[in-house]
């Protein structure tokens, strides 16, 4: 039988496996939902998207759910002070305060929509081909989405230190920025950390005003624990490693993609910036906007099945679009 799913931060970042329905590609979300919004309605009150049920302000009852208006109405009638029954005629959207609230899409495609954008292979020509929605739209409802897996990463993104004794730790640095004309000169870009534990496969990207020591210092400290083997290329920030309870290893990417002496390597922090980077195919990106990206990035590296994006989805909104009264 299924179960309901719970909204609680903790099972935002464990991602418990407490939902069916949710756990869907893009095609079988369409053919299991398509035509029916009783069945997205119970799917977004499970997440904690839609109120599941609401009381009425006049009478204190029970409101019920027109899904003709998409609405929640009450019509109850009720003793008024002269002694005459009177009829209920509460009336609000079941939108109202909520994630779909003030859009200009219905709720069906606007799901459609989250769903298709979760997958790797989102672009916007699959969106105008598959939900007919113009380049305009689809570049909000983008922003949109953005913003909700932004909140997510600062929470997971925060939740614990990787490596440890006995364990190592690669730690790399990138900038993601726009070029001019289409060549190599970066005019603007955004300077990110990362760093990947080797035994455990967990890993952070944070992205970064400064690319100097005393940044470097704070991440490694907030983000690794100590007495784990931290491997760095030679770029001459990563020296205040030793000074801290550290072991490092390190390789000169320009000299040898391994270093022959103490085996050192980088390339699992390349492959995910690698993944970063393909989702950064238009170049042209202002600095303000990289956070958005980077932290899309690391939502869909985390979480590499894609059938269960949704469902962390659906709860990271709950939590930043609380539905208000």
Not at 220 to 242: A, F, H, M, R
Request: aromatic share 12%; proline share 2%.
């Amino acid at each position: 039988m299924e179960e309901a799913c719970s909204s609680s931060e903790n099972h935002i970042l464990q991602l418990p496996n407490t939902c069916v329905n949710c756990y869907l590609c893009y095609g079988d979300f369409c053919a299991t939902f398509t035509g029916k919004i009783d069945l997205l309605i119970d799917l977004c009150q499970r997440h904690g998207v839609l109120f599941s049920h609401r009381t009425c302000p006049t009478c204190d009852g029970e409101c019920r759910i027109d899904l003709n208006k998409m609405a929640f109405r009450c019509n109850k009638s009720y003793a008024s002070f002269k002694k005459k029954r009177k009829r209920c005629n509460f009336f609000v959207s079941v939108f109202k305060g909520t994630w779909f609230a003030n859009s200009h899409l219905d709720m069906e495609t606007n799901l459609k929509f989250v769903v298709l954008w979760l997958q790797d292979w989102f672009s916007y020509k699959a969106a105008e081909t598959e939900l007919k929605l113009p380049a305009v739209t689809i570049a909000d409802w983008s922003s949109y989405c953005r913003e909700v897996i932004l909140s997510w990463a600062l929470k997971n993104n925060n939740n614990n230190k990787i490596g440890g004794a006995n364990q190592t730790v690669e730690l790399n640095q990138a900038e993601f920025g726009r070029k001019k004309c289409s060549v190599r000169h970066i005019v603007e870009g955004q300077w990110a950390f990362g760093g990947i534990c080797r035994d455990t496969r967990q890993f952070f990207m944070i992205p970064v005003d400064a690319c100097n020591r005393d940044t470097l210092l704070h991440i490694i400290k907030e983000k690794i624990e100590p007495g784990s083997t931290v491997i760095s290329d030679c770029w001459q920030e990563y020296n205040c490693v030793l000074s801290e309870d550290y072991e490092e290893l390190k390789v000169s990417q320009s000299l040898n993609f391994k270093n022959p002496v103490n085996g050192a390597l980088t390339n699992a922090t390349r492959r995910k910036w690698l993944g970063t980077r393909s989702l950064l195919r238009v170049i042209r990106k202002k600095k303000m906007s990289m956070v958005g990206y980077l932290a899309t990035s690391y939502f869909k590296q985390h979480i590499v099945d894609s059938t269960r994006r949704l469902h962390l989805f659906l709860h990271a909104t709950s939590q930043f679009y609380p539905p208000a009264k």
